[in-house]
């Protein structure tokens, strides 16, 4: 008695390893796309409260509360610009109502920037970030 050339054999694995692959691949990649976007908003994040702090530390260092608003606006353009950080709309607030020595100066600063980039995950085209910064002015400075 012979048994059949062609026996299926149920402990056979081959190609198990190709449909795994396959199976897990999408995960990964999706995965890989949500820790960039992550990132990518984390930085950006971060980036904008940087310039925010820097505007409100130019304005600070002004005597004209005039002046300071200006060059917290182009502070903040400017850092955000070498940041890489890209601001579809940008708005600066500045607030110099106690603009005097041993007063405050502060920055509101809001940038609605792309996220075009990590568009595969369905994620808005577009997403705000904001920050607030206040700086005190130094009391030992000369006045306006």
């Known amino acids: 008695m012979t048994l059949p050339a062609a026996r299926l054999d149920l402990r056979d ?3 198990s390893v190709a449909v795994e692959t396959a199976v897990i691949a999408p995960a990964l990649v999706l995965l890989l796309l949500l820790v960039v976007f ?7 994040d971060g980036n904008v409260t940087r ?5 409100a530390r130019a304005a600070s260092l002004r005597q004209h509360s005039g002046d300071a ?17 890209p601001c ?7 607030d110099t109502s ?3 020595p041993g007063g405050t100066v502060a920055v509101d600063l809001r940038c609605t920037a792309s996220m075009a980039d990590v568009a595969l995950l369905g994620v808005p085209g577009q997403r705000t970030f ?10 030992h400075r000369s006045g306006p």
């Open 69 to 85: 608003a200006e060059d917290a606006k182009r502070v903040a353009r400017e850092n955000l610009s070498a940041s890489g950080v």
């Open 13 to 15: 694995e081959r190609g």
């Open 130 to 139: 904001s920050a607030t910064a206040v700086e005190v002015i130094d009391t």
């Open 38 to 44: 992550a990132g990518k908003v984390s930085e950006a």
């Open 98 to 100: 106690d603009f005097e």
């Open 51 to 55: 310039a925010a702090s820097e505007a």
């Open 88 to 94: 579809i709309a940008l708005d600066v607030r500045v």
